[in-house]
């Protein structure tokens, strides 16, 4: 009994570890999830990378294919966009994009920010959100904290 009781501390214990943070709402058609990796599937059935650079940040996007996109509900798997700099080693921030009409994913360089950069990524014909990166290599989407790049 001791055993049994002891195995279900540490599982109580440890599971807020291993569980992803919920989906950030970013509009009523797209939300993003904040993920650290991505399965082997998702990355078989990503498209062809894309990436932009500004001021030292690169974005590097990869829409899912339209036969093969992760599903959960009523939401579908747009893409994956990963935010980071330009230097070897770093922990880019990356987001999991997920929409309920269909995508057509694509990210531009926007304006030049004295401190930091900013890009313009399209979801689909109606809908545009902005990321930015300031100086300290924090990370907004659509107005929304999402985390830091790590060095």
């Known amino acids: 009994m001791k055993i049994y009781a002891f195995r ?3 599982v109580v214990l440890f599971a807020p570890l ?6 950030i709402q970013l509009s009523n058609n797209t939300r993003i999830d904040v993920v650290e990796s991505l399965t082997t599937r998702e990355l078989w059935n990503a498209a062809k990378p894309n990436a932009v650079e500004a ?3 690169v974005v590097d996007f990869r829409m899912f294919d339209a036969e093969a ?16 700099t330009g230097d ?3 922990q880019p921030v990356t987001v ?12 531009s360089a ?3 920010l004295q401190p930091g950069a900013e890009f313009s990524m399209r979801v689909d014909s109606k809908e ?4 930015h990166v300031t100086r300290d290599l924090k990370v907004t989407v659509g107005g929304e904290a999402i985390g830091r790049i790590e060095d």
């Open 110 to 112: 926007g304006s030049k």
């Open 18 to 23: 291993t569980v992803n943070a919920a989906p």
């Open 69 to 84: 996109r992760p599903r959960n509900g009523k939401w579908r798997g747009c893409g994956v966009v990963m935010i980071g």
């Open 96 to 107: 999991r994009i997920w929409t309920k009409r269909p995508c057509d994913l694509t990210v």
């Open 8 to 10: 279900l501390l540490l």
């Open 88 to 90: 070897l080693g770093i």
């Open 55 to 57: 001021a030292n940040v």
């Open 128 to 131: 545009t959100l902005k990321i």
